[in-house]
């Protein structure tokens, strides 16, 4: 079948041909995702509609209380902007993401809606307690990122709708991120287990915590029980709790490597929130 | 030794410009701005299995711009070909024996119009048990893989060899000590960037074809494919251009590319051009052979070696091709010690899988991986250091090896200095940083041997070389440019040997219209016997020349010298004239201008028992590693690692360096990430993010020691350098995670959950 | 199908292609450009590299359709045989080729990063190509080109 592209210079006239297509059509943006799958041919869309071009798609804004990354920011444009920078949590899950090609033109927000498992950009998100901005001709509407998945590859995103911000906490004093992820081989690899996390310091004590889980899960979720569980202790003592107590949100499916994360994800864990609280102290690993 | 102009040199390699700057042609580049060629596609089982039990190719022949399907009754000769013996069918006709027989062949006006034909071709299959283990298929009773085998077979085994030295029993009742352990490896893609192409293109004067694909042989490509084609080998002329990446895998898998190609062209009599998708690549060219070992190691408590007994499972998948892994395994079983006692069983045995083929190493890695895993259990047991242990055993000038050869000061035996220039630079005996408790850290070595040639009791190497009158000379060799650098390297000898600017010299290679047989390009066998004929046929027209110079001189003909293309008489330099004159008038005077050069290492007599001289001179080194162990994550990271090996002589260091780089990667590689993953027959990892290769944040830097005890039958002093590099990587890797970890673990690769499942239960079983 | 309007080593260029078409297929087989290579069609190993607008990308999982009015640079927009570019002569003087098949992608990758950083040190080096497979080299002499080439380019500045 035949496959008309656009090429949308504003958000209305995106949001009509979304509209007009629904399900039949496939959004790019980086592609890094989507032109493999047409390529390989697991989807031939009536259309294909392209997001790069749109107009403050590609800004990293922020207010008082947020900071906003656009629909089409890309991981090497977050790389870039000094506010970023600041979350050592999500520099890290960029740097060691994929391939610098990839960087160069891939979008966290192309990744939330891909919906995969094993997802860095969306894992650092969760543990920052993203928001979705979501907007279609029907109007507009923001949902938590924690809420976003309803299976693998599977969101609440409507065929007519388009991420057109990601919302995170603009970080103050005492407040950091972090993350690690374990992996077969130094770069360029799909991760098997992404840990992200976010915590606010007082006085030496977690007050408040955010531990994501990702390639743990059809879809990455948070650790909530742990978190609930080491609020209020001081840093030794929760990193002595997350290495001896494994997240029960973690429902390992019997695969190649379920052992293995049994056995690691504690320790990825540790470390990940380790580096949220020495982040925290505005420290850098 | 007297510096040369150019052999030892870092000359440039001649190819290097037009890849720097992607003008360089491959194969596939060649048919990009053509109208009149057909593209071929073939359709693949989804079964690694299964009966034939119906096919309809009616409405893939009705297709607008399908000129050809063909199914096995269509086939224009044998529907056999293959390396060795013709066994893999051109199409399946009756059954698929794993994933990666053809079953029909589409050529169409473009690569579109083929997809969609093969979409269109229905095929009713009926799925049969497909094994893949072995280890099972090896037994008595197993279902046999082929039931109707083009040799009369009743069991599974493709091949066996035996090696029997001494009198292995009483060694062993005599050893303090006998470790016994087993060992696993995987089977490996070779992963060369460059898909498996081939250009089939009939010849319509004389009525043959030619081939024009990468690859190892091309004068073994004639033979493959012969039967296929119906056509005498004569007519068959096999062209390569450079090749993007070998290793060893093309030297079969050319073969499955070119068959379809070349069937498709014989029957339509157009030209037609066949490329592998990456999943074809990975699903249907041959392999490295996964093997299982059983190594047992008799010493005595000083750590003298009384004897091994070694048995040895290799998994050759569903076809012959090359088959001299069972032979190799054997051989080296003993790895580079003076062994007096042996016994050792090696078996090839069909699965329903990818084949096993050539790749760097054929076997020896295997080998070495279990027997220098064995010399460091036994040192452990004898709490010695792991390189003295090795320094008492080694092959020197006088001993012999477990094939019962003896090892000659004159062909080079260069391991001890290897060994001790790699101890000091690993800086072997300083302590290693292990403060922080989750990273262990650990040393390893492995040595290694390994033979240049194919051992082969018939080896050689022909080549044409002929002069120009302007002096300038054309050397036909058949080997290929795998990147190894064999142009620059060859162009380097000639230079040498006939006295000319190296700009003067232009090799024909691997064309079977401008050379003889050389040989395939494998076995680390190119730069001696390669280099060795080029030499010899320069020496024979120089020879020659020379007569004719001494007369144009009125000079002795033994008082004359040629140097920068000009002939003359040593005592006295006024009186010379030019190589290009003297071509000249040996071209008046009916002398030829053109030479064959021949080279055969001293004929070897084989011996039931594998007794006896197999390679005329053998390559040594040695390697070291420094491991960095995460014991929380399984995570290991390669620190530091020197490698040096005795290559006689380093015709272009920067193309040895390069060789060494390069087979160590692939060793990392082989060590930490790599394994084809088969469920049911069916390779489950048939893409570059799930078959991990190395990238650059994986590598440490790769630190090269040359060594040169000269060879007395190189060219120059040569020997192999394009395997022996990948074969001692992975045992060292082994040996120095057991180190950090006091863990032994031997199955490779050691992934993550390979070194965590070790931690957690503090031993790892195969 | 549909006409695709944009900058090919420094000309305008226009292409009628269909709209599920890849570039490196594009740069192959309408432009006749053969140092672009496909080796795995599937993003993982970097041999189709080319430079959008400067910036190091895979070709063959970028829509062509996707580059309108975008400046792609492929090797054979870098240097010719007679005018090298200096990364390319740091790569033949280090003896960094072999097979050859990477290097096209190698040399735009590593002309991308020193466009960006002119000093590289190791790591930045291995992390910039850590897109970038190669099987023959171990990536051993293609750091060191790249560093011979960073301090010639730095040189050649003063």
Redesign the interface.
């Known amino acids: 079948m035949?496959?008309?592209?656009y090429?949308p210079k504003t958000l209305n006239e995106t949001l009509v041909l979304l509209e007009r297509y629904g399900p039949d059509a496939l959004i790019?943006n980086g592609?890094?995702d989507a032109?493999?799958f047409?390529?390989?041919k697991k989807v031939d869309p009536e259309a294909?509609i392209?997001i790069?071009n749109l107009p403050n798609f590609h800004e990293i804004l922020s207010d008082e209380s947020s900071v906003y990354l656009g629909g089409g920011v890309t991981y090497?444009e977050m790389l870039a902007n000094p506010i970023i920078q600041k979350y050592q949590g999500m520099v890290d899950a960029v740097?060691q993401l994929?391939?610098?090609?990839?960087r160069?033109?891939a979008t966290p927000a192309g990744n939330i809606c891909r919906a995969a498992p094993s997802a860095d950009g969306t894992t650092i998100l969760l543990a920052l307690r993203a928001k979705v901005h979501l907007v279609s001709t029907r109007g507009a509407r923001v949902v938590e990122l924690k809420d976003f998945f309803k299976s693998i590859y599977e969101t609440v995103c409507e065929p007519n709708e388009l991420v057109v911000n990601i919302e995170i906490p603009l970080l103050k004093e005492g407040e950091g991120t972090g993350y690690y992820r374990l992996s077969r081989r130094?770069?360029?690899d799909i991760a098997m287990v992404l840990i992200g996390s976010y915590v606010r310091m007082e006085g030496g004590y977690i007050k408040d915590i955010s531990i994501s889980l990702g390639a743990l899960n059809a879809y990455v979720r948070l650790a909530g029980e742990l978190e609930r569980a080491i609020i209020g202790k001081t840093m030794e003592e929760a990193l002595a709790y997350t290495e001896s107590v494994f997240p029960v949100e973690a429902k390992l499916r019997d695969d190649f490597f379920k052992e293995y994360k049994k056995d690691a994800v504690c320790t990825a864990v540790t470390r990940s929130v380790e580096r949220a609280i020495i982040n925290a102290k505005g420290e850098y690993v | 030794m007297s510096e040369h102009r150019y052999v030892g040199q870092?000359c440039?390699?001649p190819?290097?410009?037009?890849?720097?700057?992607?003008?360089?042609?491959?194969t596939s580049?060649l048919v990009?701005?053509r109208k009149d060629v057909l593209i071929a596609k073939a359709l693949f089982p989804p079964y690694s299995h299964a009966k034939i039990v119906r096919i309809d190719t009616s409405k893939a022949k009705a297709l607008d711009g399908v000129v050809i399907v063909m199914t096995a009754d269509d086939l224009p000769g044998t529907n056999g070909y293959g390396a060795n013996l013709h066994d893999k069918p051109v199409i399946a006709k009756d059954e698929v024996v794993y994933e990666g027989d053809p079953v029909a062949l589409v050529a169409a006006i473009d690569k579109e119009t083929a997809e969609k034909a093969l979409a269109l071709i229905e095929v009713e299959y009926e799925p049969l048990a497909a094994y893949d283990n072995p280890n099972e298929m090896l037994k008595p009773d197993a279902p046999l893989i082929h039931k109707n085998y083009v040799v009369p077979k009743d069991n599974n085994i493709s091949h066996s060899e035996m090696l029997k030295k001494g009198d292995v029993e009483s060694a062993f009742e005599k050893a303090d000590i006998i470790i016994d352990n087993w060992y696993q490896t995987p089977m490996l893609e070779?992963?060369?960037?460059?898909?498996d192409a081939a250009l089939a293109e009939p010849d319509l004067i004389q009525g043959g074809i030619t081939i024009y694909s990468p690859q190892h042989a091309v004068s073994l490509a004639r033979r493959a494919l012969c039967n296929a084609f119906h056509l005498p080998q004569s007519r068959i002329r096999v062209v390569s251009q450079?090749?993007?990446?070998?290793?060893g895998g093309k030297e079969d898998s050319s073969f499955d590319v070119g068959v379809i190609a070349g069937v498709l062209a014989i029957k339509t009599k157009r030209p037609v051009f066949y490329e592998f998708?990456?999943a074809e690549v990975f699903k249907n060219t041959g392999k490295r052979h996964a093997c299982t070992i059983h190594h047992r190691l008799a010493a005595d408590k000083e750590g003298h070696i009384l004897g091994i007994q070694v048995d040895t499972v290799v998994d050759k998948g569903a076809y012959k091709s090359i088959d001299a892994i069972p032979l190799r395994t054997a051989q080296y079983a003993g790895g580079p010690y003076a062994v007096e006692h042996a016994l050792c069983h090696s078996w090839s045995v069909f699965t329903n899988h990818q084949y096993g083929c050539a790749f760097r190493g054929l076997g020896a890695p295997q080998a070495h991986f279990a027997i220098e895993s064995q010399m460091d259990e036994l040192a452990v047991k004898l709490g010695m250091d792991p390189i003295e242990l090795r320094l008492k055993n080694i092959l020197r000038d006088g001993k012999s090896s477990a094939w019962g050869q003896v090892m000659l000061e004159e062909r080079g035996i260069g391991l001890e200095e290897c060994i001790r220039r790699v101890r000091d630079e690993i800086q072997w005996d300083t302590p290693l940083d292990n403060a922080n408790p989750c990273i262990r850290r650990g040393r390893g070595i492995a040595c290694f041997v390994f033979g240049t040639g194919t051992g082969f009791p018939v080896d050689g190497a022909h080549c044409f070389v002929q002069a120009q009158l302007d002096g300038s000379i054309n050397v036909g060799i058949s080997s290929n440019e795998?990147?190894?650098?064999l142009v620059v390297a060859m162009q380097q000898i000639a230079a040498d040997a006939m006295g000319i600017p190296i700009e003067k010299v232009f090799i024909d290679f691997s064309d079977t219209g401008s050379a003889p047989e050389a040989g395939p390009t494998v076995a680390s066998r190119t730069t001696t016997f390669a280099g060795n004929a080029v030499l010899d046929g320069c020496q024979k027209l120089r020879e020659s020349f020379l007569s004719v110079a001494a007369g144009m001189l009125k000079s002795d003909v033994y008082n004359l010298e040629i140097e920068d293309g000009l002939v003359f008489q040593r005592d006295c330099k006024e009186n010379a004239i030019t190589l290009a004159s003297v071509i000249a008038k040996a071209y008046a005077s009916q002398v030829p201008l053109a030479a064959v050069g021949s080279w055969y290492p001293p004929l070897t007599h084989p011996n039931a028992m594998n007794q006896g001289d197999k390679m005329h001179a053998y390559t040594f080194g040695a390697q070291a590693v420094t491991v960095a162990v995460d014991i929380k994550t399984g995570e290991i990271t390669v620190e530091d690692t020197v490698l040096a090996c005795d290559l006689g002589k380093a015709i272009n260091p920067?193309?040895v360096?390069?060789q060494m780089?390069?087979g160590?990667?692939?060793g990392?590689g082989w060590s930490l990430m790599e394994e084809e993953l088969i469920s049911n027959g069916k390779l489950l990892n048939y893409?570059?993010?799930d078959y991990l290769?190395?990238?650059?944040?994986d590598?440490p830097?790769?630190r090269t020691i040359i060594v040169e005890h000269p060879n007395c039958l190189g060219p120059y002093g040569a020997k192999g350098i394009g395997e022996p590099p990948v074969v001692g990587t992975a045992p060292a890797i082994r040996n120095a995670v057991r180190d950090a970890i006091g863990i032994s673990i031997n199955e490779i690769p050691l992934t993550p959950m390979r070194v965590m499942e070790a931690i957690q239960k503090k031993r790892y079983i195969i | 199908m549909?006409q695709v309007n944009f900058r090919l080593n420094n000309q305008g260029v226009s292409c009628d292609v269909?709209?599920?078409e890849?570039l490196v297929d594009t740069i192959?087989?309408y432009f006749?450009?053969?140092?672009?290579?496909k080796?795995?069609?599937?993003?993982?190993?970097?041999?189709c590299?080319v430079l959008?607008d400067g910036?190091?990308?895979?070709s063959?999982?970028?829509?062509t359709?996707?580059v309108?009015g975008h400046e792609i640079t492929?090797?054979?927009g870098?240097?010719?045989?007679d005018n090298?570019h200096p990364v390319?002569q740091a790569?033949?003087?280090a003896?960094a080729?072999?097979?050859?098949?990477?290097?096209?992608g190698m040399?735009l990758?590593s002309i991308a990063l020193l466009n960006v950083n002119s000093n590289p040190g190791e790591e930045e080096?291995?992390?910039?190509?850590?897109?970038?497979?190669?099987?023959?080299?171990?990536?051993?002499?293609i750091?060191q080109a790249v560093q011979l080439a960073a301090v010639r380019m730095s040189e050649s500045l003063k």
């Open positions: 035949s496959t008309r592209f090429n790019v592609g890094t032109v493999l047409l390529t390989e294909i392209y790069a090497s740097m994929a391939s610098p090609p990839v160069a033109i130094k770069a360029q | 870092r440039k390699r190819d290097g410009v037009a890849k720097v700057t992607g003008e360089a042609k491959y580049d990009l701005s070779h992963a060369y960037l460059e898909p450079i090749v993007g990446g070998a290793f998708t990456r795998l990147g190894q650098g920067d193309a360096e390069g780089q390069g160590m990667a692939q990392i893409t570059y993010h290769i190395p990238t650059t944040m590598m830097r790769l | 549909m269909d709209e599920k890849v192959r087989n006749g450009l053969t140092g672009t290579k080796a795995c069609g599937t993003g993982d190993c970097g041999a590299t959008l910036t190091a990308v895979r063959c999982i970028l829509l359709a996707m309108e492929t090797i054979e870098i240097g010719t045989a090298l390319q790569f033949i003087d003896g080729v072999q097979c050859g098949y990477c290097i096209p040399v990758t080096i291995r992390r910039a190509l850590s897109g970038n497979l190669c099987r023959c080299s171990g990536y051993e002499k750091i």
